[in-house]
């Protein structure tokens, strides 16, 4: 009965022996090698980001407002060159909602490589031109002869 406590008390020492020398962090040249990883993916993915952004092609389109499908986020524009329909996204998604037909926009337009209209990204709204009617003051309508009696 000795031997097998005596066998169970050196595999323990043995143990907290080993675990003793857990004061040093094993793990510190991992870290480090992973907080240099993700540095350099961090400073690639950045580099990627703006390759991008110089290659998108943008311009604005002085257009009328044709038709808008909410649904499939389309707008149909009318512009010198015709009409033509173009998926919207970005910031012009949330525009959508306050645009009618027959309305006046400068549409933000991004384009591929050969200048072919991808989507609109960007929808701004015009004041109305027709405003000279509302320049005038009201005019008061002519009151009724009042009848003596």
């Known amino acids: ?52 952004k110089a290659s998108i092609k943008t311009h604005e389109v002085d257009a009328e407002v044709v038709s808008i499908d909410s649904a499939k986020s389309t707008i149909t524009l009318k512009t010198e060159k015709g009409e033509s ?23 933000v337009c991004r384009d591929d490589e050969k200048g072919a209209h991808q989507a609109v990204t960007e929808i701004k709204t015009k004041a109305s031109a027709t405003t000279s009617s509302s320049s005038k003051p009201a005019e008061k309508p002519a009151e009724a002869p009042s009848e003596k009696k």
């Open 85 to 107: 329909t173009a998926p919207v996204e970005g910031k012009a998604k949330a525009s959508l909602k306050d645009v009618k037909p027959g309305q006046k926009i400068t549409a």
């Open 1 to 52: 009965m000795k031997k097998p406590t005596m066998l169970l008390a050196v595999l323990l020492m043995a143990g907290l022996a080993y675990a003793g020398e857990g004061g040093k962090d094993t793990t510190a040249p991992v870290k480090s090698d992973v907080k240099d990883a993700a540095g350099s993916v961090k400073a690639e993915a950045k580099e990627t980001v703006s390759d991008v």
